[in-house]
C-alpha cells in the first residue's frame, strides 16, 4: 500500500524551491544590464512557470479543486464548511470564484422549500 504524502513536507519542500527561486532572481540583479541579465530574466520566468505547473499537478494528485482563471491554474484555498449544508467550500484566490457556487446552494434551499412535506411526490406542497 503507498502512503499518502506528508502534507508538511511538501510544503516546506515548496517554500524551499520558492525561496531558492527568489535567490536566483535577487542575484541577476547583480549583473549588468545586457544580453546576460535578459537571458537571465528568460530562464527565471521559465523556472518559475515551470514551478508552478508543478505545484498545480501535485495539488491536483492531492484531489485539490483547481480555477482556469490563469495558466497556469489557481489552487482554490478551502474556506471552511457550509454552515447549513456541511459542504466544504473553496474559494479561488485569483478570481474568488466560489465552489460549490452560492448559486448552488440557493438551488438546494429552493428545492427544499419544494419538496413535499409527507414524502409523497404527488401531494402538493404546503
Sequence with gaps: MV???DLDLLKGAFQMARVGLSL???TKDLVSAGPVREKANTKIAEAERTFNLAEVQIARALNYQICQC???PQ???SQGRHHKYNAEVFVCPE???QEPS???FEWLDENERRRPID???GSPAS
Excluded: A, S, W
Aim: aromatic share 4%.
Design 75 to 77: 489552487i482554490m484555498l
Design 95 to 97: 478570481c474568488q470564484r
Design 119 to 121: 414524502g409523497n411526490p
Design 3 to 5: 502512503e499518502p504524502p
Design 24 to 26: 536566483v532572481r535577487d
Design 102 to 104: 452560492q448559486k448552488h
Design 70 to 72: 490563469t495558466f497556469p
